[in-house]
């Protein structure tokens, strides 16, 4: 079965500059879930999709963070502009649905380093 | 929202020894409880879970135990190798929306 999968691995940046993250979930999972992992933390939700349609977003930094999964099945997640802060590993996870398949499967990470 | 508490955060143990992770929730509204190990560089895997509705689940030197009333959830691993060296979060989910909250870590060494 094929895996989460995510690019790019590894970005660097400079603060103020714009950065974008791609996601493609196991086929035919519903739930899609962004994470961010600092580093000597656990894994903080950034934003969670249902098909197309966002269930939780509290958590994401809305003045400069933003995603979609507009056909509900890739989906993006862009920060403009980015703060040193933001340094951290992007994980990206799958569930089949959130109502019959809690296990979530996560993708290898975005490790991205503003300078 | 939910609140994850993760205790110890660093845990060194013998080879051969038992290692515990202990974790606590805020929401009595969580019915899911996983446990994940990641590993340098690497993405978490999920390695045992449990449902609000058991106390128990064992899965050969891997078990976790879940107190609902205390609202707490715990990892044990017996005979520990040298390849159990790892970061555990335990995770706890909100059935109302399936919301997963992390807790902080445990950074794990098992000593040859």
């Known amino acids: 079965e094929a895996g989460v999968a995510q690019s790019p691995r590894y970005k660097i940046i400079e603060k103020r500059q714009s950065v974008a993250f791609w996601c493609n979930p196991i086929?035919?999972?519903?739930?899609l879930y962004w994470y961010q992992q600092i580093l000597g933390q656990g894994p903080k939700l950034l934003i969670q999709?249902?098909?197309?349609?966002?269930?939780?977003d509290s958590q994401l930094p809305k003045d400069r963070f933003s995603a979609e999964r507009l056909k509900g099945v890739d989906s993006t997640l862009k920060i403009q502009p980015a703060k040193l802060e933001d340094s951290a590993v992007y994980l990206c996870?799958?569930?089949?649905?959130?109502?019959?398949?809690?296990?979530?499967?996560f993708g290898p990470g975005t490790r991205l380093l503003v300078l | 929202g939910e609140n994850v508490e993760q205790h110890p955060s660093t845990l060194s143990v013998q080879e051969g020894d038992s290692a515990v992770i202990k974790c606590t929730y805020s929401?009595?509204?969580?019915?899911?409880f996983p446990w994940y190990k990641q590993e340098l560089g690497k993405r978490p895997q999920l390695i045992i879970d449990?449902?609000?509705?058991?106390g128990e689940k064992k899965d050969q030197r891997i078990a976790v135990t879940l107190n609902k009333t205390a609202k707490h959830f715990s990892l044990h691993i017996t005979e520990t190798q040298p390849e159990d060296s790892a970061v555990y979060f335990c995770?706890?989910?909100?059935?109302?929306?399936?919301?997963?909250?992390f807790g902080t870590g445990t950074s794990l060494t098992v000593i040859p």
């Open positions: 999709f249902q098909n197309n349609g966002v269930v939780d």
């Open positions: 449990i449902r609000s509705n058991v």
């Open positions: 929401d009595s509204a969580s019915n899911y």
């Open positions: 086929s035919g999972h519903a739930t």
């Open positions: 996870a799958s569930s089949l649905d959130w109502r019959g398949g809690e296990t979530q499967y």
């Open positions: 995770a706890a989910r909100l059935y109302t929306g399936n919301q997963f909250y």
